[in-house]
């Protein structure tokens, strides 16, 4: 019985998650994403979703901020290692809106950009993640 729970208690935590993600745009659940934290999850799911949610607010400068103030930069680096392309896609986007002056040193690290530029060269194998990366390094990196 304990273990049928737990499996209840997982799909109800992705569904939430993935429901928040997927409407992370609207200004009204900018409030509820705030208080949900799936980036540190096990679950691939809850992470592909928290990061989902992620890339999908953080437009908003309010939003960016938000994120980066609670620690999320090194979480949404750690998803570009995913075996999960969308949590990939979703960070590479991330980072895009989140990187800027302010923060730039903490994303625009050597080892960062190497993966980065490892996912630019990749069109053979995803052109989402080709044209991602390459759209961060035009904006962020060629102006170094």
């Not at 019985?1 to 928040?20: G, H, P, V």
């Amino acid at each position: 019985m304990l273990d049928r729970d737990l499996r209840i208690e997982r799909k109800t935590k992705e569904r939430i998650a993935a429901n928040l993600a997927n409407f992370a745009y609207d200004p009204y659940n900018y409030n509820f994403l705030r208080q949900v934290n799936c980036m540190t999850e096990s679950n691939e799911k809850l992470v592909e979703f928290g990061v989902g949610g992620i890339c999908n607010s953080c437009v908003d400068p309010e939003n960016a901020a938000a994120i980066t103030s609670c620690g999320g930069i090194p979480l949404i680096i750690q998803c570009l290692s995913s075996p999960v392309r969308n949590t990939v896609n979703y960070a590479l986007g991330a980072l895009y809106y989140i990187c800027n002056e302010s923060n730039k040193e903490e994303i625009v690290k050597p080892e960062v950009v190497d993966v980065i530029k490892m996912y630019a060269a990749a069109e053979s194998v995803s052109v989402s993640f080709s044209n991602l990366a390459n759209a961060f390094l035009d904006k962020h990196v060629s102006q170094i």
